[in-house]
């Protein structure tokens, strides 16, 4: 009897160690910048150069993750990238002349939307496409400007 | 000689011919037994899941904490030492984790579930179940089987969590990365995907480390020099499957 309440203690403690692990593990470990918006409404940009950027990667502005990139595409005619995301519906006085640029978080981190506000009186909103954009600082241009040209640009003497 | 040659591939062949039905039989049998010998089960993933649990948690703390040591030693050089949160993690949740458990559970639980059926068939414990019409694969074999294949993912989640607080305790308690960076680095790098892998890998190599003990016990030849033989192969050849299997589901995933 002794050893049957031993053994049983012994599995329950086990289990839930290991549930408790598992929480921590799927929980603690995984990517924080979550952002599950009920309502949501969907703005495209296009852009020259997207470098890096992956679709689920963040939207901020000020630095507050307001949105998801959803999808990006090739427009064959216009010869750009166009990335579709997603923004919170909390969200839906951003003026629609503000300018999305990709940036990277850090200097060799993942690249994101970074949104600056502009200063029209419309808002965006579902189907919006933002006009002013700037394409993804590709380091590998820079370093390769900067190689072969020797001196960066418009400091011409 | 070629005749040798011949014979000892046919030989292997037959043993793993063997194997493969020897498995088929288990797996067909499992649910059964899960059900209706729960009781058998939940003792044995006590014998082989809560009775590992102190060689896994104190190999997870060290196996962590020299993962942090070396990725700080080497990432230092490029001042990028906050990023060893991003390696530890990284190296713990998808491979060290489920490969080092494995290698562990082979170890304490594999030796131990292969010598005592080993050692059951040598004083004919098995034979009498037989002639009292006791199945011993679903009395003997199957609840350890089981056991095996409950315990692995359990432990593998225990190790990983506790590696990774073996990490934090060099990387941050010692040699000073800031806990921020450390914790939101990983948290950035690491997808639900990453974690997932390293939980399905724990599930193959329960059953592989479980499957290859519960056979090589059941297969031992019944004397103590077979036993003891038994118990040495099981470790040799889990240790070689589990690597194996490990590189061929990194493959199949990474080259997705």
């Known amino acids: 009897m002794q050893q049957t309440r031993t053994m049983e203690l012994g599995t329950g403690l086990f289990v839930l160690l290991g549930i408790g692990a598992l929480f921590f593990l799927t929980t603690q470990t995984t990517g924080q910048n979550d952002f599950d918006a009920d309502e949501t409404f969907e703005v495209q940009a296009r852009f020259e150069n997207i470098g890096s950027l992956k679709t689920r990667a963040p939207v901020s502005m000020s630095g507050v993750t307001i949105g998801r990139v959803t999808d990006i595409r090739f427009d064959p005619v216009s010869l750009e990238a166009v990335v579709t995301f997603v923004i919170d519906s909390k969200y839906d006085q951003i003026p629609d002349d503000s300018d999305a640029s990709i940036l990277t978080a850090g200097l060799l981190g993942s690249q994101y939307i970074g949104l600056q506000p502009g200063g029209s009186s419309f808002s965006l909103e579902q189907g919006s496409e933002i006009l002013y954009t700037q394409s993804a600082i590709v380091l590998e241009n820079i370093i390769g400007k900067f190689l072969v040209g020797g001196r960066p640009e418009g400091d011409d003497e | ?256």
């Open chain 2, 1 to 256: 000689m070629l005749r040798e040659i011949l014979d000892t591939f046919l030989q292997f062949l037959r043993t793993f011919g063997a194997m493969v039905l020897f498995f088929v039989r288990v797996s067909w049998y499992s649910p059964a037994v899960f059900f209706r010998r729960f009781p058998l089960v939940i003792k044995q993933v006590y014998n082989a899941g809560a009775l590992s649990i102190v060689i896994i948690m104190v190999s997870g703390l060290f196996v962590g904490g020299v993962l942090a040591l070396q990725a700080y030693s080497n990432l230092e050089r490029f001042n990028a030492e906050d990023t060893t949160g991003i390696f530890a993690g990284f190296a713990l949740i998808k491979e060290i984790g489920p490969v080092i458990t494995a290698l562990l559970f082979a170890g304490r639980a594999g030796t131990a579930l292969a010598s005592e059926i080993g050692l059951m068939k040598a004083t004919d414990q098995l034979s009498a179940m037989e002639m009292m019409a006791v199945d011993p694969l679903r009395y003997v074999v199957i609840p350890r089987f089981l056991g095996g294949v409950i315990s692995m993912p359990i432990l593998t989640a225990v190790f990983t969590t506790v590696g990774l607080a073996g990490a934090h305790i060099v990387a941050v308690e010692w040699l000073g990365v800031d806990v921020g960076a450390y914790w939101q680095q990983l948290q950035q790098a690491l997808d639900m995907e990453d974690v997932l892998e390293g939980i399905y890998k724990s599930i193959v190599f329960g059953v592989i480390a479980s499957l290859l003990a519960v056979w090589e016990g059941y297969n031992a030849i019944p004397t103590a020099e077979g036993v003891g033989r038994a118990t040495t192969r099981t470790v040799v050849i889990t240790a070689i499957a589990v690597l194996i299997f490990d590189f061929m589901i990194t493959a199949a995933v990474s080259l997705r």
